[in-house]
């Protein structure tokens, strides 16, 4: 099944409004652009190549983060969109319409793997406006999703009337997203892990004591081995998570400015955990759910703790405890 039909069947049976279907369709157009851009841009031109200018966070823009997001941009304002909140912007963007839908974006996620050829995508959240412009706790989420461009361009979507994501391929002969598999489901156990693991001695107690007993293996408390990924990427260690399973951490940690870690609660860590949530999976903070929430700012950072219940259940334990 097309995109564009399963978003048609969701406006038939009333679950979505039309303004939520346009943008869908929109932003996987603009998917489809930023994957030509990839393809054939690429080319010719170095596309992780630093702008020498900084988005809001101060993280240095490469080339592809800002083709990427005036792509979003363009294809956003043809939609009833009344703000796009972006994570390379300081404040939201009101693109004039008089629409009932904010939409937050996190443009290119992983910039530092556009150079290397690696894995890198675009996450969105659509979120019901608000009179001013500032961000709903995650669980008030009308949709979110995110793509993935890797070796194939890929989607996985949820709408908040869901019980499950829904995941879809970019075929590339005609252009058009195309279902896969069935409803998402990350199961409740794994023995796979991701985590940047070079940050370990600046981690707090709870992440330091449960990867005490993840490397103890057979001889841990968990009494089975695991292994590690770690992509670097955010929407492809999550991808990977929603395909076979896994958990992922970007824990807060003791180095300077990384008390609540590195990712965005608005533009990652809550339309990630929107995902999560429907696919059966825990996203947590250490103590709290992130989808509870309530941001303060739109660039505010989170600790995020995500995937297989069995172990998120287990660090939620160990942050409580301390
Ligand atoms: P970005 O949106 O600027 O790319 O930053 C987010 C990325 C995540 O995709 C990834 O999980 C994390 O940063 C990697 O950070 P680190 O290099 O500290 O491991
Ligand atoms: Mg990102």
């Known amino acids: 099944m097309q995109l564009q039909e399963y978003i048609n069947r969701r406006l038939a049976d009333g679950s979505i409004t039309t303004d939520i279907g346009m943008i869908i369709s929109h932003l996987a157009d603009a998917a489809i652009a930023i994957t030509q851009t990839i393809r054939v841009s690429g080319i010719e031109e170095d596309l992780g190549a630093e702008t020498g200018a900084a988005n809001a966070d101060g993280d240095e823009q490469k080339a592809l983060d800002v083709m990427a997001e005036e792509i979003i941009i363009t294809h956003l304002k043809n939609t009833a969109t009344s703000h796009i909140l972006s994570e390379e912007q300081d404040a939201p963007i009101a693109t004039g319409q008089d629409g009932k839908v904010m939409v937050a974006i996190d443009p290119l996620d992983g910039s530092s793997n556009i150079a290397v050829n690696v894995t890198v995508g675009t996450i969105f959240s659509l979120m019901p406006r608000q009179d001013a412009p500032v961000a709903c706790a995650g669980r008030d989420q009308l949709a979110a999703g995110f793509f993935t461009y890797g070796p194939q361009t890929t989607l996985i979507l949820a709408f908040a009337s869901d019980s499950a994501p829904q995941c879809f391929v970019l075929d590339e002969r005609n252009q058009q997203f195309i279902a896969m598999g069935g409803a998402v489901e990350i199961p409740p156990e794994t023995n796979e892990y991701a985590i940047n693991a070079a940050y370990s001695e600046h981690w707090f107690a709870p992440v330091q004591e449960w990867m005490g007993h993840v490397l103890a293996g057979h001889a841990g408390a968990y009494g089975k081995p695991y292994r590690m990924r770690w992509v670097g990427s955010m929407v492809a260690d999550a991808w ?64 995020v703790i995500l995937g297989a219940k069995q172990e998120i259940t287990r660090l939620k334990a160990l942050h409580l405890n301390k």
């Open 240 to 303: 990977r998570i929603f395909q076979r399973g896994g958990v992922f951490l970007y824990p807060g940690d003791n180095r300077k400015g990384y008390a609540d870690g590195r990712l965005r609660l608005v533009y990652e860590a809550n339309p990630i955990s929107f995902l999560v949530e429907k696919a059966g999976g825990m996203a947590i903070n250490g103590c709290e759910d992130i989808l509870d929430i309530q941001p303060q700012s739109l660039h505010q950072r989170t600790p």
